[in-house]
């Protein structure tokens, strides 16, 4: 048997373990064209920052492909012949497969900026390792830089760029930052933050156009606000799309929305084709979606693996979980956690002087979201708890359990008792 996986991101290689630890003889192939290894994407932010080198980014040990009898391919798939089972690679070479696993990840989403098409140097996204070159590359020649996106990327990118002396203005669109996963109060601490670190953070900002060189470099950002901001890097960081451009011209394209198209059990619409992680789109009561997070993508990689091998498998999206830092703010997010759910009640307590919050969100009588900010939290216990569905006191009461050591820096959490308990009592009353 010789399986094929497209992609050594974390879903690729989570797979390609998987299978090894079923099927001890067959072949492995991983092709790539992004990079020889495996690497931790979420940490890039770090090599850019010099605090680790890109041999420091890989988890594992490069004897273990050896070990494990995978055979890895540098290069890029440029067609797919799903009735004769056969791949062309972008060196013209050809690679036949039994059974093949597309695992190709997100690039970043490119907008529809005026001007931005006359750019030829200068703008960056910050997803790949080749976008990781590249802003190495531009940060050395730039003093101002402009980030659009107010995400996760965006403030990573940020926060590289700060570190390398750059001037950099930071654009969100929203009123306040990262709307779909903060509310207001939670912005507020993160603004503040990035404020302090010399950024200068503009909310309700929109790009009307992207100014250039005669040579094509950008030189400055013009907003619909009718400012100019000038800069010599272009951050965009405005999301992230599958990565499946390339499918839709192939002999045999799979059934492609938004992404690659799956069933429950990772099957796409072509034979002996599966697709696991940021690529596959889902449905669930007849709407598509897509989970564009590394620990979702591990374990797509894990249950498509069990798949391709002929397990019964029926994908159902774990209870959410993130998590990342703001600069120096701890970020921990657990299930359902959009500030404007309907039929919810929130309970939010900032803690006195630290840029540290806890907010708990409930419906019907049992925890559905848990945002943290400024300590670090065992995700796990949340989930737990949201699982059993454990009403707001139960969680209230036992916050402590899911702090984790003190040699991370635990946060008092007293404040929070009276917090609730006074906001129990304003609730009561209400009624």
């Known amino acids: 048997m010789r399986y094929v996986i497209i992609g050594n991101g974390v879903a690729g290689i989570t797979a390609a373990f998987t299978l090894r630890a079923r099927d001890a003889s067959a072949e492995i192939l991983l092709v790539s064209g992004e990079s020889d290894y495996f690497f931790s994407r979420c940490a890039l932010m770090y090599a850019f920052m010099d605090r680790m080198s890109l041999r420091d980014l890989e988890p594992h040990e490069r004897r273990v492909y050896a070990k494990q009898n995978f055979r890895l391919i540098r290069d890029w798939v440029t067609d797919l ?19 093949l696993l597309l695992s190709t990840g997100s690039l970043g989403e490119v907008p529809d900026w005026p001007g931005l098409n006359r750019v030829r140097e200068g703008a960056v996204h910050f997803v790949t390792l080749q976008d990781l070159g590249r802003a190495e590359s531009l940060a050395r020649s730039a003093r101002e830089a402009v980030v659009v996106g107010g995400g996760l990327i965006g403030v990573e990118l940020v926060e590289c760029l700060v570190y390398h002396r ?69 951050g965009i960081a405005v999301g992230v ?79 959410f979980y993130n998590s990342a830092k703001f600069f120096g703010i701890e970020y921990t997010a657990t299930g359902e956690i959009s500030p404007s759910l309907p039929g919810v009640q929130t309970f939010f307590c900032r803690l006195p002087a630290r840029e540290a919050s806890v907010r708990i969100t409930e419906r019907a009588g049992a925890v559905i979201g848990i945002n943290m900010l400024g300590a670090r939290w065992d995700h796990s216990i949340f989930e737990r708890w949201i699982a059993e569905r454990r009403d707001m006191d139960y969680a209230v009461a036992h916050l ?10 635990r946060v008092d959490l007293t404040p929070v008792a009276a917090a609730y308990h006074n906001w129990r009592a304003r609730s009561a009353a209400a009624k």
């Not at 654009?171 to 603004?191: C, D, F, K, Q, T």
């Not at 007849?286 to 591990?298: D, K, L, T, V």
């Not at 402590?400 to 820096?409: C, R, T, Y």
Request: charged share 25%; aromatic share 10%.
């Open 81 to 99: 012949d799903a009735s004769r089972r056969l791949l062309t690679l972008q060196s013209g070479s050809s690679l036949a497969y039994d059974r």
């Open 166 to 234: 750059l001037k950099v203005t930071f654009h969100v669109r929203a009123p306040w930052y990262w709307p779909g996963a903060l509310a207001r109060e939670e912005a507020e601490i993160v603004s503040e933050h990035i404020r302090r670190h010399g950024v200068d953070l503009r909310m309700d900002e929109e790009v009307a156009e992207i100014l250039t060189t005669p040579e094509g470099r950008v030189c400055a950002v013009r907003a619909k606000s009718g400012h100019e901001y000038s800069c010599q890097l272009l």
């Open 241 to 319: 799309s599958p990565q499946i451009a390339w499918l839709r011209g192939v002999k045999t394209p799979p059934r492609l929305g938004r992404g690659i198209q799956v069933s429950s059990s990772f099957e796409t619409s072509l034979e002996n084709v599966w697709a696991a992680g940021d690529c596959a789109e889902f449905s669930a009561n007849g709407a598509p979606f897509i989970e564009q997070i590394w620990y979702s993508a591990r374990r797509q990689g894990e249950l498509a693996a069990r798949a391709m091998l002929g397990d019964t498998i029926r994908y159902d999206p774990p209870i």
């Open 400 to 409: 402590p359990e899911a702090q984790f050591d003190v040699e991370f820096g």
